[in-house]
Each structure stands twice: as structure tokens, then as C-alpha cells.
């Protein structure tokens, strides 16, 4: 597995922690619904990567540490 930022792919390493995010469903601006995955890359960075499985639209880079 891997994601790709600034042109370069980066492979993951390790998945350091996994959680879901489900609020303001009742709101009218609407539900957010996400998952995060917390990864290490096999180049050393840190990353915060979420998929938003409200909109099904594919997976975002939230925060890179390096």
C-alpha cells in the first residue's frame, strides 16, 4: 500500500493506529464520516491519511510529520 505526495509514491511501513470519526449527522451541513489511518513510510515520514466514507471520494492526505 501506498499514496503518493509532491510527485514521489510513498510506501507505507507500518500502520500505527486506525480510528473512525462519525459526526453532525443530525447538522444540516451534513454528516462527517471518516476514517484515519495514522502510517509510517518505508522513507521515514509520519503521515495522517483519512478516507471519507460519507462521500466515498477517494483517500486525503490530513498531516505529514517528517
Known amino acids: 500500500v501506498a499514496f503518493t505526495w509532491n510527485g ?8 500505527v493506529q486506525r480510528w473512525q470519526v462519525d459526526v453532525d449527522w443530525w ?18 515520514l509520519f503521515c495522517v491519511i483519512f478516507r471519507d466514507l460519507a462521500a466515498e471520494e477517494g483517500w486525503y492526505l490530513a498531516k505529514v510529520y517528517d
Not at 514521489?8 to 507500518?14: F, T
Not at 451541513?29 to 513510510?41: H, K, L
Open 27 to 44: 447538522a444540516d451541513e451534513g454528516r462527517v464520516w471518516r476514517e484515519y489511518w495514522a502510517v509510517t513510510t518505508v522513507d521515514g
Open 8 to 15: 514521489r509514491r510513498h510506501p507505507w511501513a507500518q500502520v
